[in-house]
């Protein structure tokens, strides 16, 4: 019962993160990225320090100034930035698609920085990954879209985030690492902003977008948070890759999107590959 719950969980969470990508890429037809950046983050920020404060717990934790966490500080602006410009510049579904490359980025960083051994097998998935991620970014082809490289380093940055997350103390609650995360959302934003200027006063409907994103956000993150704590981690991690179904279904629905074959065909190279080497993972 704890392996489905956990399982229900993943799939919650990974529904509530492509509902926040929604929102996302709706409100940057109007605003800024760095604006957006920094209302989600003020908000995301506010909702996990109540959550730390309801525990008996600060939200600022001593272990934020310590090497690790800066450099999952880092990891993370990185991340969210590049992320956000991807997929207020590119469609929601390849944007997602590349995403999925993650694990396989964690599995290959966890061989250079904690000298874990992976397999031959292991390492031809994460290979044909990566192929799949060619496949849908098309470099020298008409087909090509130089802002689809947003999400490739968006990827880049979430993955190491999930590395320098292994270095977090055990003491450190959840709401912490939110509260964090997203404060970082607020440093991201500010160096965009900074850079592009035009910030504007926000209408109801981005503010309403901006509210529903942030609060799906925090459903998102702690449904996460319990599913990797509940039963099997090797039966539950892989659905994370519903996410991209999700994706696709609101790229469709909501943003008239049609995903061509060499993308359909890259997403599937990606959720395999990324499949075996989290099955793999669980074996060794």
């Not at 509260?179 to 006063?201: Q, S, Y």
């Not at 519903?242 to 943003?255: H, S």
């Amino acid at each position: 019962m704890d392996t489905l719950r956990g399982s229900l969980l993943m799939v919650l969470a990974m529904g509530a993160f492509a509902l926040e990508d929604m929102f996302l890429k709706s409100a940057a037809a109007a605003l800024p990225v760095g604006q957006i950046l920094i209302l989600f983050g003020l908000g995301g920020m506010a909702v996990f320090a109540a959550m730390a404060r309801a525990q008996g717990h600060r939200p600022w934790h001593p272990a934020f100034g310590t090497r690790p966490m800066l450099l999952r500080s880092v990891a993370e602006v990185v991340g969210r930035l590049c992320f956000t410009l991807a997929i207020a510049l590119t469609p929601l579904s390849s944007a997602s698609a590349i995403l999925q490359a993650t694990p396989l980025v964690v599995a290959a960083g966890a061989v250079v920085f904690f000298g874990e051994t992976v397999g031959w097998r292991r390492w031809l998935a994460i290979g044909l990954g990566f192929f799949g991620v060619l496949l849908i970014l098309r470099p020298g082809l008409s087909g090509f879209e130089p802002a689809s490289l947003f999400a490739v380093a968006g990827t880049l940055g979430f993955a190491g985030r999930d590395l320098a997350t292994r270095a977090a103390p055990q003491d450190m609650r959840n709401s912490q690492l939110g509260f964090l995360g997203f404060a970082m959302l607020v440093v991201a934003g500010a160096l965009a902003l900074g850079w592009t200027g035009g910030a504007v006063w926000p209408e109801p409907r981005q503010w309403l977008q901006l509210a529903a994103a942030t609060v799906i956000g925090v459903i998102a993150y702690n449904a996460l948070s319990g599913a990797m704590r509940a039963g099997e981690i090797a039966v539950i991690a892989p659905f994370r890759y519903t996410r991209l179904v999700f994706a696709m279904v609101l790229g469709v629905l909501v943003f008239g999107e049609r995903p061509d074959l060499l993308t359909l065909i890259g997403s599937a190279v990606i959720v395999g590959s990324g499949v075996f080497t989290l099955l793999r993972s669980a074996k060794a």
